[in-house]
Structures are given as C-alpha cells and as structure tokens.
C-alpha cells in the first residue's frame, strides 16, 4: 500500500507486517483400517461437528481419500493434530491427520 506522506516507505513496510496470520486446514486422510464410527467421533469431538455433519466429512474421506475439517491459526491446527493423533494412536487405529496452509 503507498500513501502520500514524506515517510511512504517506513508504511508501506508497516503494512506487510500486519498482514493476517496464515490460516490452515486441518485435514483427515482416508485408510483401510480405521472404523467409519470413530472417525465420526473424532470429527465431532474435536472439530465440533453434529453427527450429520461430522457424518458427511468422513464419508468425503472415505470417497475422495482427503476432507478439511476446519480452518484455524497454525498454533490450533497444530495442537488439533496432534490430539487427534494421539487419540488414534491409543484407539490402535491408523488415522492419518495433516494440516495444510491455505
Ligand atoms: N476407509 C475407512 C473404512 O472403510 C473409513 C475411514 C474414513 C478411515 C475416513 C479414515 O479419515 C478416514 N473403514
């Protein structure tokens, strides 16, 4: 952005450096192994998701091989990843969680 002030440089480099944080998909990976009903749940659990919703995201995996569950800063969509794969891990289920910036 250049505005008309005798210091046009100094805000223009202002401006850059207020752009918005990156958001980022936090995304579920389809597998052979993992039940249909836990990854329902663990849609809904920690994407707040209803059943339906959460019903509709994994079928989409399930079909397409991928599905976004949600938008978030990258320090959420981390700490999001990270439980649902420790959730998994515990459950003894392959689930494959990923985030990927937007
Ligand atoms: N493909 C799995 C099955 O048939 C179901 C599944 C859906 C697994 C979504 C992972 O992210 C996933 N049991």
């Given amino acids: 952005m250049v505005t008309r002030q005798d210091n ?3 805000l223009e480099r202002q401006a850059q450096k207020l752009k918005p ?3 980022y998909l936090v995304v579920l990976l389809n ?3 993992t039940p249909m009903e836990f990854v329902v749940a663990i849609i809904q659990e920690y994407f707040n998701k209803d059943r339906e919703t959460a019903t509709q995201i994994m079928l989409m995996v399930h ?3 991928k599905g976004a569950c949600g938008v978030f800063p990258k320090d959420i969509a ?3 990843v990270e439980l649902v794969l420790t959730h998994a891990r515990k459950a003894g289920h392959p689930l494959q969680c990923v ?3 937007v």
Avoid: H, N, V
Wanted: no cysteine; proline share 6%; aromatic share 6%.
């Fill in 63 to 65: 079909r397409d091989g």
């Fill in 31 to 33: 597998d052979d192994y």
């Fill in 8 to 10: 046009g440089t100094i």
């Fill in 99 to 101: 985030m990927e910036e």
């Fill in 78 to 80: 981390s700490t999001k």
């Fill in 21 to 23: 944080p990156s958001m």
